[in-house]
């Protein structure tokens, strides 16, 4: 669980500057990387870390846009691998798949409608990435399309500033309430298993090393 834990850590604070030690974050109001034995909601809370970081280069890139600055059809096209990939996959997967299936019936389901909508949401922010896509496609001709691809990133990054305020406050509070100590071991180990196949073909390192370098790219042209 440690190496997992680790590699989460370089992803989330790779960047221009060097890496500060765990407890000075680039987030942070987030305080849990002090603790050496991760809890669910920590393991989330780097994940959404990392998130955003995408957002903030998403925004970025549409300013650039928006203000006729350089930006390439290939930094957003990498924007958007790492989202769809990486980013949405990472943290999503873990939710959808592990822990909300779980949680829909704890407490009753007192919960469940809830679960439902953030769930929904992340239908949602994954439909917006593939309008993205589509739009690049048309990246080349002019002014209207460039004006749909920023208008579409500034959308998506609104949605998920949203969601990502409405997990932190109120559903991470949730979870570290209901979650028995067992439940929280079970659940990270269900989280380990989904993550083996990207840690051991270093998925995690080249993401870092794009997120880096468009961070380097887009601190130029919207400055």
């Known amino acids: 669980m440690k190496r997992f834990f680790a590699i989460l850590v370089v992803i989330s604070c790779a960047g221009i500057t060097a890496c500060a030690p765990p407890k000075h974050r680039i987030y942070q109001?987030?305080?849990?990387?002090?603790?050496?034995?991760?809890?669910?909601?920590?393991?989330?809370?780097?994940?959404?870390?990392?998130?955003?970081?995408?957002?903030r280069l998403l925004g970025?890139?549409?300013?650039?846009?928006?203000?006729?600055?350089?930006?390439?059809?290939e930094n957003f096209q990498d924007m958007v691998k790492i989202i769809s990939e990486f980013s949405d996959k990472?943290?999503?997967?873990?939710?959808?798949?592990?822990l909300f299936p779980a949680l829909k019936v704890k407490n009753e389901g007192e919960k469940k409608d809830f679960l439902g909508r953030l769930l929904m949401e992340h239908v949602s922010a994954?439909?917006?990435?593939?309008?993205?896509?589509?739009a690049l496609?048309?990246?080349?001709?002019?002014?209207?399309?460039?004006?749909?691809?920023?208008?579409?990133?500034?959308?998506?990054?609104k949605n998920m500033d949203k969601h990502i305020d409405?997990?932190?406050?109120?559903?991470?509070?949730?979870i570290n309430k209901v979650l028995t100590p067992d439940e929280q071991a079970l659940f990270i180990k269900k989280f380990e298993a989904l993550e083996k196949e990207?840690?051991?073909?270093?998925?995690h390192e080249?993401?870092?090393s794009m997120i880096e370098r468009l961070e380097q790219e887009l601190w130029l042209c919207s400055e």
């Not at 496609?137 to 990054?157: E, L, V």
């Not at 409405?166 to 949730?174: G, N, V």
Request: aromatic share 8%; net charge neutral.
């Open 90 to 98: 990472h943290h999503q997967e873990k939710e959808d798949k592990v």
């Open 198 to 203: 990207d840690l051991e073909s270093g998925v």
């Open 137 to 157: 496609n048309y990246f080349d001709q002019g002014k209207k399309a460039k004006k749909k691809i920023a208008k579409i990133a500034h959308s998506y990054i």
């Open 166 to 174: 409405m997990e932190e406050k109120l559903l991470f509070p949730w």
């Open 206 to 208: 080249k993401y870092s």
């Open 126 to 134: 994954r439909d917006e990435m593939r309008n993205l896509t589509t």
């Open 60 to 73: 970025k890139a549409a300013y650039c846009l928006d203000h006729e600055k350089p930006v390439s059809k």
């Open 29 to 55: 109001e987030h305080a849990h990387l002090e603790n050496t034995n991760p809890s669910v909601t920590d393991i989330l809370h780097n994940d959404l870390d990392a998130v955003k970081r995408m957002l």
